[in-house]
């Protein structure tokens, strides 16, 4: 498992943007599948953006062209960079780092979580 760190939530008006930074620690980070979740009070924890190992991207229909993510394997670091937020957008967000041992088997490293809020 890999410890993640994760920076940049905040409070934003709507309309506004925040980039989220997500730092890995240990080796292998390049192997990782990527991805940020969100769970806003009251309900389940959903996918909101993954990048994987060769950079391809997929993203949940309620961000898409609006959110970015992308990752720095020189840095360890997987961002987010959230544009045009909404009220809807506030939950805390998660990072997380998925390795794949074989196609149905993987293990999920989780971080802490930061908070979003788009409020005005």
């Known amino acids: 498992q890999v410890q993640l760190v994760e920076s940049g939530g905040g409070l934003v008006q709507p309309g506004g943007s925040l980039r989220l930074s997500c730092t890995a620690s240990g080796s292998g980070f390049s192997l990782n599948v990527m991805g940020w979740y969100r769970q806003a009070p009251g309900k389940e924890r959903e996918l909101v953006a993954r990048?994987?190992?060769?950079?391809?991207?997929n993203y949940a229909d309620s961000v898409k062209g609006r959110f970015t993510i992308s990752r720095d394997n020189a840095k360890n670091t997987v961002y987010l960079q959230m544009n045009s937020l909404k009220p809807e957008d506030t939950a805390v967000y998660y990072c997380n780092a998925r390795r794949y041992a074989s196609s149905s088997v993987y293990y999920d490293s989780w971080g802490q979580g930061t908070q979003v809020t788009v409020s005005s």
């Open positions: 990048v994987g190992t060769a950079g391809s991207t």
